[in-house]
């Protein structure tokens, strides 16, 4: 199994409050993405990161950012919570980005819910 | 923009017995890269299946292969004598070069002792 630990694993906040979610691997592998998982809609990417510092929006950026400082680390941040951020949220690491042929390789995910 | 589309929200299968799980896709690309990941009740996301579109053989591991159809846009998911483990959501993906990989919404496969 891929090395790749999330942290919290649970999460309940109220609406308003700031929550960084943390993504840890030991892979050593360069891309790094943060996806939200809800009824309906599979996995949506949120954001990505192609190196440290080095970071791209996906398709449901908005009311997230993150951070890349060492290459094991990825952060997502919800500046401010909303219900509507309640969901499940996984990281996801490859070896690959831009190559069509890597596959991600999923954490255990965080489920957030935002009173 | 890239659409996966998977048209079977729920399916069941009795044990030892095979099942097809659909997936079609939409790109203009082609090269491009499909994927199926299972995910248990437990809700970790497993990588199951890779197809390239220049793969010119159907792609197997173990119980599980890819039944590639490039000019109809398929890319469907074969398991072969069906385990109560399978029991899962099924979610396939597709990558395009150069681009970020896009999931289908999943199909529920109900594995009935």
């Known amino acids: 199994d891929a090395g790749i630990t999330q942290s919290p694993r649970h999460k309940v906040t109220e609406t308003g409050t700031p929550v960084t979610l943390r993504c840890h691997q030991t892979e050593n592998h360069r891309y790094m993405y943060w996806y939200r998982q809800d009824p309906g809609h599979g996995l949506r990417l949120i954001h990505y990161?192609?190196?440290?510092?080095?970071?791209d929006k996906g398709e449901v950026s908005d009311g997230y950012s993150v951070s890349r400082s060492k290459t094991e680390d990825f952060l997502l941040t919800l500046e401010s919570a909303t219900s509507s951020q309640t969901s499940v949220y996984f990281c996801?690491?490859?070896?690959?980005?831009?190559?069509?042929?890597?596959?991600?390789?999923f954490g255990p995910g965080t489920r957030l819910t935002v009173t | 923009a890239q659409k996966i589309t998977q048209t079977q929200p729920g399916m069941f299968v009795q044990e030892k017995e095979a099942v097809t799980l659909d997936c079609t896709y939409d790109t203009s690309d082609q090269s491009y890269g499909l994927f199926w990941y299972k995910q248990p009740s437990s809700g970790e996301m497993i990588f199951l299946i890779y197809?390239?579109?220049?793969?010119?053989q159907n792609a197997t591991e173990g119980r599980y292969s890819l039944n590639f159809q490039k000019a109809r846009k398929s890319a469907n998911l074969v398991i072969s004598a069906s385990q109560l483990g399978d029991s899962a959501m099924y979610f396939c993906?597709?990558?395009?070069?150069?681009?970020?990989?896009?999931f289908g919404e999943g199909t529920q496969l109900t594995v009935n002792p």
């Open positions: 996801a690491i490859s070896e690959g980005g831009t190559g069509v042929s890597y596959e991600q390789y």
């Open positions: 990161s192609y190196g440290v510092k080095d970071t």
């Open positions: 993906a597709m990558r395009p070069p150069g681009s970020r990989l896009t």
């Open positions: 197809q390239g579109s220049y793969d010119e």
